[in-house]
């Protein structure tokens, strides 16, 4: 039996370790989770949403704690760590709100006396979840299942479990009963013992591209449902009609939110050449501008990644990138002392081959890409495996919206820098994965869409 580790990535210092669950801790979570859902789903959405209700209530009311613990445990900066817990009680009092219209009944017309869908919930849910966000992901995935009265299990990253304990805290202290919704201190060697689980009928993870299709397999295998939201390397669209201060502007925000750790971040820019120059120099000068340091400043705009580990993939791919041929505008390497800082970087002259322009870059590094036109600025926009979000930047929002019809992405934002919203349904394509969270889609992904045939025939 393992132990997980919390630790500060901005000191490198241990803050605490917990055991992992064994064997029988882990069927005894099962088993709570399984005697639960009938319960969860007979008490009806009505009480159901009340409950989440009150989860939001808890996460405002101690907003100051929760913020806290993601800068300590993975260096989120804390005014971005206050918004995470903002989003995540928004996000619970919206499906609250929403959840008995997202979910009624929808009539259909048939050759029956009368005919209708219904949404059953499929019962115990496995939510796989990453540290970048650590209770934004997890309620993420979480509060559109037990909505639709599902019962959850969380296996949150190994690096977060302060976050993962506090979770399940949030929980039980909104009042949400003993086993709807737990989390599991394991390891990730244990994932697929869990979903082979009779019990557990599916499984929603957040991660990387190796780790979904670990976990595909695994639901394939067992013909359980699945969804999957994985990497992103987003494009950042700048036509030659753009406004180019505010395109520059949001570009440095949207590369660098969460110190560059977000799936939606910006990450490749692909720029027109004739505007080129000025977004260069806008953007660079922005990304220069940018505080690094202690996550717990206030005035700090960017902090460390959460581990060592990070920060050497980064490292190597600036290093290989640069050595083809990129060039820096600013930043490009590792902060000496303590912590996992890399400074925030802007590379140009970024052409095919180089690991910058093909990978997923985890952290502070922007790639910029030069194109001729934007018949040339879709196909590179395109040229890639990962299909998460996308913005396209013009002054002629119809032109904006004809090139968003043939951006290969699961979310394509005009003129703004890309989120996720509750009321607007978030997922990929392609190597970015499959399934939808939020809005009346995610609701009913862990759901059984049920036909209800009544007769007699109508002749």
């Not at 990730?188 to 299709?213: K, P, Q």
């Not at 996550?295 to 791919?317: I, M, N, S, Y």
């Not at 349904?425 to 995610?442: C, D, M, T, W």
Request: some cysteine; proline content about 5%.
């Amino acid at each position: 039996m393992g132990t997980l580790r919390s630790i500060d990535p901005a000191t490198g210092q241990e803050l605490a370790h917990f055991p992992e669950l064994d064997a029988a801790g882990i069927e005894d979570a099962i088993a709570r989770a399984w005697a639960s859902r009938q319960a969860w789903r007979d008490v009806g959405v009505d009480m159901r949403s009340a409950l989440l209700r009150s989860v939001a209530g808890v996460l405002r009311a101690d907003r100051a704690r929760y913020a806290a613990l993601l800068t300590a445990e993975m260096g989120k900066p804390i005014v971005e760590a206050e918004g995470e817990i903002e989003k995540c009680a928004w996000t619970a009092a919206w499906i609250a709100d929403n959840a008995a219209r997202l979910l009624a009944d929808e009539p259909a017309e048939s050759t029956a006396t009368l005919s209708y869908v219904r949404f059953q919930p499929l019962g115990v849910i496995l939510a796989v979840m990453p540290w970048n966000f650590p209770f934004w992901q997890a309620f993420r995935a979480g509060l559109p299942a037990l909505a639709a009265g599902n019962v959850m299990l969380l296996k949150h990253s190994s690096n977060v479990p302060q976050s993962a304990i506090a979770i399940e805290e949030v929980f039980r202290e909104a009042g949400v009963p003993q086993g709807v919704f737990q989390t599991l201190l394991v390891g990730s060697g244990v994932v697929d013992e869990i979903i082979a689980d009779n019990r557990v009928a599916g499984v929603t993870l957040t991660g990387s591209e190796a780790a979904g299709s670990r976990v595909a397999a695994t639901a394939g295998k067992t013909i359980k449902k699945s969804v999957l939201e994985l990497g992103g390397s987003d494009p950042f669209i700048v036509l030659a009609d753009a406004d180019v201060k505010t395109a520059a502007t949001v570009a440095c925000r949207a590369r660098n939110q969460n110190n560059g750790q977000s799936c939606i971040a910006a990450k490749r820019f692909i720029v027109v050449e004739s505007v080129a120059n000025e977004f260069e120099e806008l953007f660079a000068g922005a990304v220069k501008a940018l505080k690094v340091g202690d996550p717990k400043d206030r005035g700090v705009q960017v902090g460390p990644l959460a581990r060592p580990d990070l920060v050497d993939d980064l490292e190597r791919q600036v290093r290989e990138s640069v050595r083809l041929g990129a060039r820096p505008l600013t930043g490009g390497k590792r902060l000496d002392g303590a912590g996992n800082f890399f400074e925030p970087t802007v590379l140009t002259d970024v052409r095919p081959g180089m690991p910058v322009y093909h990978e997923e870059t985890f952290g502070p590094v922007a790639a910029v890409i030069r194109v001729s036109n934007e018949e040339e600025a879709l196909r590179v926009a395109n040229d890639s495996g990962f299909g998460l979000g996308s913005s396209i930047w013009t002054s002629d929002v119809e032109r904006g919206r004809k090139l968003a019809e043939r951006v290969e992405a699961g979310l394509v934002f005009i003129n703004g820098m890309v989120a996720s919203d509750a009321r607007l349904p978030f997922g990929g394509v392609k190597k970015s994965g499959y399934g939808r969270e939020l809005s009346s889609y995610g609701i009913k992904e862990f759901t059984n869409i049920q036909t209800v045939w009544v007769g007699p025939a109508n002749n």
